[in-house]
């Protein structure tokens, strides 16, 4: 009875499975299918050309499509066996509404999608040269980065529609870090057309696809950097330079080994009116480039405007250092020493005449007339660029005292 049993499911599988193939292959039972995001592609760009036109936006790039047919043949169809597309070639400058055509494989229906037209917007073309940037991605190990050496091409040409090329700031060729090695290689690199933000701007058409690019690994360290200046002003400001004090070269290890020390051009510091921000320009041995993170040094030049102020002090203020006891000293008829001071505005409009002593050293003096150096020692809160007295020495004489 159990053998029986066992017969009869399995001759029941066997008639399902042969009344599945017969309803699959021969009634062939229909379905639908949702074909999501099916691009939607522009044909006869080149006709547009043509006529010294491009398209600059349409307002849609996709579409959604349901199709229906047999259960074998929806289950054989790939996202590419359906595409949508606009035909250019009698669009005119504006804005357009185009239709959209679909194709299916044969068998197969469209029955229902999210769109019949689009909005294509037509403009005169355009076409203007722009850089190539060439940027790397990806991380260099620590002291390594990449050396462009060189570029089949600097500049190239890009054309497209008015409003699109407008906001064109540049080209990008970009190299994965892990291409680079130690041997200097070509690698061809796909170009990309970017606005100032860095951002891709599709849509545009480039005089060529690729470029070359000759780039090798490279090292990398820090020397020291001096800034010479230049300053032939006639007035009395201070000018200051202040400047970064290293810089990280990087190139093929033979040269950048030799390298310790390099010297910028000078910085020209001459009638500077204000503080400023200025470019500093190193000079580089062949082989060599600054590192990526070094490539726009700035130094600041400070002006800080210089005046003078003179007081005036007569004998009676001139104090004696290393007096005799047995001596009297008298300084000439009429004696005035005048003090000069140079510094900063605002440190010289805050001194006082009471912050300056002048003394002279008459330890070493004897009997007679005599010549000696006057000392300015000013306050030590006082800084000052320069103290200078005129005269610089004041007569003296020194006799003996009445009795000795």
């Not at 949508?84 to 959209?100: C, F, H, R, Y």
């Not at 190239?156 to 290689?185: K, M, P, Q």
């Not at 006082?382 to 003296?396: F, L, Y």
């Amino acid at each position: 009875m159990l053998n029986n049993r066992k017969f009869r499911i399995a001759l029941a599988l066997v008639i399902a499975v042969v009344l599945w193939l017969y309803v699959v292959g021969v009634v062939q039972p229909s379905s639908t299918k949702q074909v999501r995001g099916v691009p939607i592609t522009m044909t006869h760009t080149d006709v547009l050309a043509e006529r010294g036109l491009a398209m600059s936006g349409q307002s849609a790039d996709s579409m959604d499509i349901e199709i229906s047919g047999s259960v074998l043949s929806l289950n054989e169809i790939s996202a590419s066996d359906v595409t949508a597309t606009v035909d250019l070639a009698s669009a005119t400058k504006g804005e357009n509404e185009m239709s959209v055509v679909v194709r299916v494989p044969s068998g197969i229906t469209v029955t229902d999608r999210s769109t019949n037209k689009v909005i294509v917007s037509v403009e005169a073309i355009t076409t203007k040269t722009v850089d190539v940037n060439v940027v790397y991605t990806g991380t260099f190990a620590e002291g390594e980065e990449a050396l462009t050496l060189h570029t089949s091409r600097a500049k190239i040409d890009v054309s497209g529609a008015e409003s699109l090329i407008s906001i064109v700031d540049s080209v990008r060729a970009t190299i994965d870090a892990n291409r680079v090695g130690e041997e200097a290689t070509d690698i061809s690199c796909q170009l990309q057309a970017l606005n100032k933000e860095g951002t891709i701007v599709n849509g545009v058409l480039l005089s060529q696809e690729s470029v070359t690019v000759n780039t090798v690994l490279s090292k990398s360290k820090s020397v020291e950097l001096r800034i010479p200046t230049v300053d032939e002003s006639a007035d009395d400001a201070e000018r200051i330079l202040t400047g970064p004090e290293q810089v990280t070269i990087t190139g093929r290890a033979d040269a950048v080994n030799k390298i310790n020390r390099l010297t910028a051009e000078p910085v020209t510091l001459t009638d500077i009116a204000s503080s400023r921000e200025v470019p500093v320009i190193v000079n580089l041995p062949e082989g060599v480039a600054l590192a990526a993170n070094n490539q726009e040094l700035k130094a600041e030049i400070t002006v800080t405007n210089m005046i003078e102020r003179s007081y005036t002090f007569t004998a009676k203020d001139i104090k004696l250092a290393g007096e005799s006891k047995d001596l009297n000293y008298q300084f000439a008829e009429g004696t005035q020493v005048i003090v000069t001071l140079r510094g900063k505005r605002e440190l010289i409009n805050g001194i006082t005449r009471s912050s300056i002593d002048i003394s002279a050293d008459v330890s070493a003096l004897t009997a007679g007339e005599n010549a000696q150096e006057a000392v300015v020692i000013a306050d030590p809160g006082i800084d000052v660029t320069s103290i200078v007295c005129n005269p610089e020495t004041v007569n003296v004489k020194v006799t003996a005292k009445a009795g000795d």
